[in-house]
């Protein structure tokens, strides 16, 4: 089991940056993948990013790519979610979630969320 916080939302104009964070605790924590979620108000919950602890392996939403970057410092174990130019579609609560191999939907591992809200 692996617990999540999520810090870093709050009030940006459009073309302004925030960078999330998610902070992780629990033994196994590294043998996770780290993933970005966002959910707007009265749409789906829909993935934004992933990072491997291990590798660094990258994913990201098609419309997020060039703007948005998902890292992660093993030593503070946590992840960031850096976003630039962002634009008023991304305001939603933005949840960070752990899995093993993918990750998913699946109701286990996730943080509380944290809103970002975007004013054009």
């Known amino acids: 089991q692996v617990q999540l916080v999520e810090s870093g939302g709050g009030l940006v104009q459009a073309g302004g940056s925030l960078r999330l964070s998610c902070a992780a605790s629990?033994?196994?924590?590294?043998?996770?993948?780290m993933g970005w979620f966002r959910q707007a108000p009265g749409k789906e919950r829909e993935f934004v990013a992933s990072?491997?602890?291990?590798?660094?392996?990258?994913y990201y939403l098609d419309s997020v790519k060039g703007r948005f970057t998902i890292s992660a410092d093993n030593a503070k174990k946590t992840v960031y979610l850096q976003m630039n130019s962002l634009k008023p579609e991304a305001a939603a609560v933005y949840s960070c979630?752990?899995?093993?191999?993918?990750?998913?939907?699946?109701?286990?591992?996730w943080g509380r969320g944290t809103q970002v809200t975007v004013c054009s």
């Open positions: 990072i491997s602890w291990s590798g660094g392996e990258t």
């Open positions: 629990g033994r196994t924590f590294r043998n996770y993948v």
């Open positions: 979630k752990a899995d093993h191999g993918v990750v998913t939907r699946s109701p286990n591992n």
